[in-house]
């Protein structure tokens, strides 16, 4: 398994703002990705963060908006740009190891936009 | 047709008795599937892997059915600490992009 640290654990933002996300890991990790869980839905994969280059996005999320950094095989942050109430949402931090196809999650950054 | 349907519950279930929920995929090219446990306000954790053959952990048993496309997640003796939402979890290959998340069933253990 994977020790992952995101900080900050929970925050509350004006609209119109931005906010940068850390997700630190114990251990060198093949792949890194950031999900977000809005109330009472699923989880949903923003993107893949890929090291020393740009990162993944999925449909529906550009790079504007969230823009992904991954200097090295154990850091990544997550920016939430221009935040509006609709980005209010858990945002999670997940890595799969180099030794198995298994997903581990950070704790997650809960953020509130008002 | 959703890829991954789960019944959201909530199933409300006696301390000690022996509560299943099923999930079934759409992807029959899917590979690997997994149950995560999640809490209120918590991130997801793993609960476990679905083998082909079944596996059993504790008072966990997960089973795997390709031919009907559903995985199945039995807990016996059940516990107020098993109260959470389980999330099936279904993989087509390598890397997160290929994971599909089910939107949980909601389990409470009464005393």
């Known amino acids: 398994s994977a020790v992952i640290s995101q900080k900050p654990s929970r925050d509350i933002c004006q609209r119109g703002t931005s906010l940068t996300i850390q997700c630190q890991v114990d251990s060198q990790v093949t792949m890194m990705f950031w999900y977000r869980q809005q109330p009472g839905q699923s989880l949903t994969l923003i993107a893949t963060?890929?090291?020393?280059?740009?990162?993944?996005?999925e449909s529906g999320f550009v790079i504007d908006k969230f823009p992904i950094s991954r200097p090295n095989l154990t850091f990544s942050t997550l920016t939430v740009s221009n935040m509006s109430p609709e980005d209010s949402s858990i945002y999670l931090c997940?890595?799969?190891?180099?030794?198995?196809?298994?997903?581990?999650f950070g704790e997650g950054s809960w953020l509130t936009v008002v | 047709r959703k890829e991954v349907e789960q019944d959201p519950g909530p199933f409300n279930v006696p301390e000690g008795a022996t509560v299943a929920f099923n999930c079934t995929y759409s992807?029959?090219?899917?590979?690997?599937f997994f149950w995560y446990r999640q809490d209120c306000r918590k991130e997801p954790k793993l609960l476990m892997s679905?083998?082909?053959s079944g596996n059993e952990d504790g008072r966990f048993t997960a089973q795997l059915n390709r031919a009907s496309q559903y995985i199945s997640l039995l807990i016996r003796d059940s516990k107020l600490s098993d109260s959470a939402t389980y999330l099936c979890v279904v993989k087509q290959g390598g890397g997160a992009d290929g994971l599909t998340f089910g939107k949980g069933t909601h389990l409470i253990i009464q005393p």
């Open positions: 992807n029959s090219a899917s590979q690997s």
């Open positions: 997940s890595v799969e190891t180099v030794s198995g196809n298994t997903i581990y």
């Open positions: 963060a890929n090291q020393g280059s740009e990162a993944t996005y």
């Open positions: 679905v083998y082909s």
